[in-house]
């Protein structure tokens, strides 16, 4: 195996490749007895350790059924990984909306939430203009219930991880004829 240090990768035949700099965020005694432990264990600086264990992930990625495969996997499938936090999900009250800053109504939260669950920026957007037009042109209850004014937006962004196809037409008519005013009968279905 070459030395993770002279910048070689395990598929570049030997010869030279670009290298990437890592930054590490952890306490300084994390780090202080993470280096203690390498030096004690490998005899090398924590840095070439790090670097080992990149290159090992490297090599368990090409070479399924090696070693590093075999070892790598098996450290990372049982390490007890940190969640992410969850973004917490909107509140869409109607109540709520007189008073609110630029940028922190009731759907720009629902946006915002919409972008980190998945769904595409466009999208995102055209919901967000959905719901706060069903408030400022006050349309009928249904339609302020279709577009999340009593489930905080949740039937919307189930249909717009669904269907997103379906959740663009849908909610651009809407737009289109405000909130379906004028027309025989307004479609409950989601």
Same mark, same amino acid.
């Given at each position: ?46 840095? @070439?350790? %790090?670097?080992?264990?990149?290159? &090992? ?36 009250? =109607? &109540?709520?909306? %007189? ?8 759907? &720009? ?12 920026? &466009? ?7 959905? @719901? =706060? ?21 949740? =039937? ?5 991880? =669904? ?22 009968? @307004?479609?409950?279905?989601?």
């Amino acid at each position: 195996m070459k030395n993770c240090h002279e910048n070689f990768s395990p598929e570049d035949g030997g010869e030279p490749v670009e290298v990437v700099t890592l930054r590490v965020t952890v306490p300084v005694t994390t780090w202080q007895r993470a280096g203690q432990l390498a030096r004690g264990s490998a005899r090398r600086p924590l840095e @070439i350790v %790090l670097a080992a264990l990149v290159n &090992d992930l490297a090599v368990a990625q090409v070479r399924s059924g090696s070693w590093e495969y075999e070892r790598v996997t098996s450290w990372l499938g049982s390490h007890v990984w940190e969640s992410e936090p969850k973004a917490a999900a909107p509140r869409l009250r =109607r &109540d709520e909306v %007189l008073g609110c800053a630029p940028g922190a109504y009731p759907w &720009d939260g629902w946006e915002k939430f919409a972008l980190t669950q998945g769904v595409p920026a &466009d999208l995102a957007a055209l919901g967000r203009a959905v @719901i =706060r037009e069903a408030w400022q042109h006050g349309w009928e209850e249904v339609m302020c219930a279709l577009c999340g004014w009593r489930d905080d937006g949740g =039937r919307m962004l189930d249909l717009a991880l =669904r269907d997103p196809v379906l959740a663009e037409m849908r909610w651009s008519h809407w737009l289109e004829t405000d909130g379906g005013r004028g027309e025989a009968e @307004i479609d409950p279905t989601p």
